[in-house]
Each structure stands twice: as C-alpha cells, then as structure tokens.
C-alpha cells in the first residue's frame, strides 16, 4: 500500500501509485498483457495456492488495473477497490455475491434502468424479490425490510429524477439489521460524495461517467472492506470474468487526475442552468440537488459537498415536446451516458429508463416530459443560449 494522501485533489493524481516500483515513469505502465510467466512449475503451484504473491493471469490480476484499484479504494476512504469492464459488470458481480435464490432486496425508488433490468432478471430466475422504497424515515425502512433481506441498494443523487436519500439514516438502520447497504455513487464521484463516510459498506462506479471523464471508456468500480472485495474478486469477479482491461484501466487513472478540477466547472455550469431553466415558461419542474428550494436540499447540504453535473428539467407539454427540445438543439449532443466533457442530453422516459414499465416510471418520476441535461464543460454562456432557442422554439 502505497502512502495516503490528506487532500482528495492530491489522491487522485498520487493515490496508489509509487514511480519506484515502475522504474521511475511518471505515468503508469500500461501492462498489456494477459498472462505472467513462473520460473518454475513450483512457483506456479505456490502462486495458485495464494501461497506465494504475484500475478498469474490479467484476468486475476494486472499492475495497471492494481493501481486504479489501490487509488479509488483511497478516494472512497475504502480498504480495498476492484474495477470492471463495465458499471454494471460491477453491479451484477456485487448483486450476485450478496444474493442467493429467494433471498430479498431492498432497493431507492428509482435507480439506472439496466439496474432496474438486472433486478427484474435475478427475480425472474431466482425468485429474488425488490422492494424499491422512497428510503424517506427510519421507521418506513425498517417496514420493508425482512428476514430474506440480504442487501439495501441505494443510488443517490438518483438517475434520473435526482432525489437523494439519506445514507447515514439509512446506514444506521441497516446496521441494526446487520444488512449491508451498497451505494451507486456514479452521479457524484467521490470529489462530492463518499458514501463509507456515512457508515454504508460498498461503494459502485459507473467509472463511464466522471471517474474517465472523457467519454472515451466504459468501466466500473467498487469499494469495499478488504474481505468482502477479496471475496467478490474470487467468485463473481474472477469467474463471471468482466474485467477492466490495461488500457482502460490507465485512460481511468488519466481522467482521475482532473476529477476535483472538472467537477467544480461541472457544478459551477450547472448552478448556472439551474437558475436559467428555473426562470424559463417553457419549463414547469427543475430537479436539481442544491437548489434550495429542493425538499431534499437538507440531505445534500449533509452529504455532498456540491450538486453535482446532472440536472432534470420537466417541460409544460408531452413527449412530443420533450423530443423536439432535443431535436432543435444545434450544438449539444443528444446521448445517453453523462459526465464528459460535452454537454449531453437525453429523454430517459424513451432512452435510459425505457424498460421500466410506463406504471413503475411514473410511480418513480419519470415522466415523459422529463429531460435529463449532463452539463458538460463548455462556456455555460453557450450551453444556455442553445437550450433557450431550443426551449424558445417549442
Ligand atoms: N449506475 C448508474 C447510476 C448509471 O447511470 C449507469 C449507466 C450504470 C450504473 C451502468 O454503468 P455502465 O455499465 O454503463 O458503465 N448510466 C447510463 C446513463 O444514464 N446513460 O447511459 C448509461
């Protein structure tokens, strides 16, 4: 383990990583290869049996994916990181090893619909049931729960309506229950949020998003106590197989770098869109997490340093009107994905959230005027003026 930093703006350009040991590079190595060689056949029998350290295979293990993995585990105030080749490679392997069949989740109501898909799926195959649940008071939480729960699953700010929930209530709860509680932190990244802090257990990245930065990968991360991710890397990691590649690995620990520098222009741009969209007569609803007149505003002020890049907007109209905001636009992006450097909007009714069922997605918020805006880190001068004349024109 490699020294720890005080200040979050210098972990994520030093944590986990020691020149030294990588004959001075500045940089990380990128490892590119898939297996390492024994000097003998004992030493190979010695590495299987855990009883000699090295790597083996990259499936099991490679320097470069090693150094992400030691440098998040820093940034989330965690013991111990494992990445993915996906965030919901890390999803499924977390899920998967907390669950067996007829066992029970307790699960925000709202959540990235590919989440929703992959809890519908372990229902359906292995009768494990989801409760999804507004987390809003002790006491309702500890209605849902039962004595088949083995896991509360929490996204927070939640994809796509941005409500937030209350991760130290709900860590507290969860500890009289001896219930792990994971947390998808992909919307705040641990420059905003750091969900061990709040007494919560396992931490998940969609690394896709602000951990890379750039749009230029797809990847997944997860923190833990050194045991539960020991024992994730062993089973669902190591033989569901979806392992971050080198590569990936090091564009990740090249976007880390900027993280706590992107993210303040991030929200900055954001505050700035929020009091615009607020002020707009084509806009009805502005979901933004520190916007003060929010209802949640009290439990972002407790747990996140600032609100973040996302904003949901509901226009007056139908879906019709949503899609032609998004088909007037002249310079930002229509796409799904969020956290790059380009603004990026999308209408999750129809892209991100479509294999919700229509009833569940209006019992959760999202309706089919709802606009889900990632300001990106252009001039918010320019972002604004290309929403407005697409606002204008509806
Ligand atoms: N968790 C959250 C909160 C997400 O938003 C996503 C992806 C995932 C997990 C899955 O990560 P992936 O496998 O894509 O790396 N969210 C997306 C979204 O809102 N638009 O496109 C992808």
Same mark, same amino acid.
């Given at each position: 383990m490699v020294k720890k930093h005080d200040y979050i703006e210098t972990a994520v350009i030093h &944590? &986990?990583? !020691?020149t030294k040991r990588m004959l001075g590079s500045l940089t990380p190595p990128i490892f590119q290869t898939s297996t390492y060689t024994f000097e003998t056949a004992e030493q190979g029998e010695r590495r299987f049996a855990g009883d000699e350290e090295g790597y083996i295979y990259s499936r099991l293990g490679n320097p470069t994916v090693h150094i992400l993995e030691e440098r998040i585990a820093d940034l989330e105030n965690g013991e111990k990181g494992l990445a993915f080749a996906s965030g919901m490679a890390a999803v499924s392997a977390v899920l998967i090893a907390l669950t067996k069949a007829n066992d029970h989740i307790v699960c925000s109501s709202g959540l990235y619909g590919c989440t929703f898909g992959l809890l519908s799926m372990m229902k359906e195959k292995y009768n494990i049931d989801t409760d999804y649940t507004d987390m809003i008071s002790k006491d309702e939480l500890r209605k849902r /729960?039962?004595?088949?729960?083995?896991v509360i699953y929490v996204e927070t700010? /939640? $994809?796509?309506?941005m409500k937030l929930i209350d991760l130290q209530m709900v860590a507290e709860v969860a500890k009289e229950f001896h219930i792990p509680v994971v947390v998808d932190n992909t919307f705040s990244s641990p420059y905003l949020q750091r969900p061990l802090d709040f007494g919560c257990d396992v931490v998940i990245h969609s690394a896709t998003k602000y951990i890379g930065g750039h749009g230029d990968v797809i990847a997944g991360l997860v923190v833990g106590k050194e045991a539960f991710i020991d024992s994730v890397a062993a089973t669902t990691q190591k033989d569901i197989g979806g392992v971050l590649s080198p590569f990936d690995a090091w564009l990740l620990l090249r976007g880390l770098k900027t993280l706590p520098v992107r993210l303040d222009r991030h929200c900055e741009n954001a505050e700035r869109i929020v009091e615009k969209l607020k002020r $707009? $007569?084509?806009?009805s609803n502005v979901y933004y997490?520190? !916007?003060?007149? $929010?209802? *949640?505003y009290p439990i972002m002020e407790k747990q996140m340093k600032r609100g973040g890049g996302v904003i949901s907007f509901e226009i007056k109209g139908d879906k019709k009107t949503a899609q032609q905001v998004l088909n007037h636009l002249s310079f930002l992006q229509i796409a799904?994905?969020? &956290? *790059?450097a380009e603004t990026l909007i999308e209408h999750p009714?129809?892209?991100?959230?479509?294999? /919700?069922p229509a009833a569940t997605r209006q019992q959760m918020g999202i309706t089919d005027q709802l606009i889900r805006l990632s300001v990106g880190l252009e001039a918010w001068q320019d972002i604004w003026s290309d929403l407005e004349q697409a606002l204008d024109r509806i």
């Amino acid at each position: 383990m490699v020294k720890k930093h005080d200040y979050i703006e210098t972990a994520v350009i030093h &944590g &986990g990583y !020691d020149t030294k040991r990588m004959l001075g590079s500045l940089t990380p190595p990128i490892f590119q290869t898939s297996t390492y060689t024994f000097e003998t056949a004992e030493q190979g029998e010695r590495r299987f049996a855990g009883d000699e350290e090295g790597y083996i295979y990259s499936r099991l293990g490679n320097p470069t994916v090693h150094i992400l993995e030691e440098r998040i585990a820093d940034l989330e105030n965690g013991e111990k990181g494992l990445a993915f080749a996906s965030g919901m490679a890390a999803v499924s392997a977390v899920l998967i090893a907390l669950t067996k069949a007829n066992d029970h989740i307790v699960c925000s109501s709202g959540l990235y619909g590919c989440t929703f898909g992959l809890l519908s799926m372990m229902k359906e195959k292995y009768n494990i049931d989801t409760d999804y649940t507004d987390m809003i008071s002790k006491d309702e939480l500890r209605k849902r /729960i039962k004595k088949e729960t083995t896991v509360i699953y929490v996204e927070t700010p /939640i $994809n796509p309506t941005m409500k937030l929930i209350d991760l130290q209530m709900v860590a507290e709860v969860a500890k009289e229950f001896h219930i792990p509680v994971v947390v998808d932190n992909t919307f705040s990244s641990p420059y905003l949020q750091r969900p061990l802090d709040f007494g919560c257990d396992v931490v998940i990245h969609s690394a896709t998003k602000y951990i890379g930065g750039h749009g230029d990968v797809i990847a997944g991360l997860v923190v833990g106590k050194e045991a539960f991710i020991d024992s994730v890397a062993a089973t669902t990691q190591k033989d569901i197989g979806g392992v971050l590649s080198p590569f990936d690995a090091w564009l990740l620990l090249r976007g880390l770098k900027t993280l706590p520098v992107r993210l303040d222009r991030h929200c900055e741009n954001a505050e700035r869109i929020v009091e615009k969209l607020k002020r $707009n $007569n084509k806009v009805s609803n502005v979901y933004y997490p520190s !916007d003060e007149s $929010n209802p *949640d505003y009290p439990i972002m002020e407790k747990q996140m340093k600032r609100g973040g890049g996302v904003i949901s907007f509901e226009i007056k109209g139908d879906k019709k009107t949503a899609q032609q905001v998004l088909n007037h636009l002249s310079f930002l992006q229509i796409a799904v994905s969020l &956290g *790059d450097a380009e603004t990026l909007i999308e209408h999750p009714a129809t892209m991100t959230h479509a294999v /919700i069922p229509a009833a569940t997605r209006q019992q959760m918020g999202i309706t089919d005027q709802l606009i889900r805006l990632s300001v990106g880190l252009e001039a918010w001068q320019d972002i604004w003026s290309d929403l407005e004349q697409a606002l204008d024109r509806i």
